[in-house]
């Protein structure tokens, strides 16, 4: 039985990141990543660090997520853009 102990520090809540992702990034994507974040907090607090750390690395991954979000969405509608320009 190989059982993954949590680790001996605190995980951090990415809270900075998540509200910048609400700012500057896909503000859906941002709420989601602010949810974890907090959920983060609550977990560390209520002594539960494993699942602190689970919330950390899907606040972390939600804030990335938002903040790639807009330029891929950019890259796709200027893509689609000059494509209809092209082909119409």
Do not use: E, Q
Not at 4 to 12: C, I, M, S
Not at 36 to 61: D, E, F, I, P
């Amino acid at each position: 039985m190989n059982t993954a102990t949590p680790p001996a520090t605190a995980p951090k809540d990415h809270m900075a990141l998540a509200v910048i992702s609400i700012i500057c990034g896909f503000p859906p994507f941002g709420i989601v990543a602010t949810i974890h974040a907090n959920r983060v907090a609550s977990h560390r607090l209520a002594g539960n660090m494993a699942l602190a750390t689970t919330a950390s690395r899907k606040a972390l991954r939600w804030s990335i997520a938002s903040l790639v979000a807009i330029p891929l969405l950019g890259v796709v509608l200027i893509g689609y853009g000059l494509l209809i320009r092209v082909v119409g």
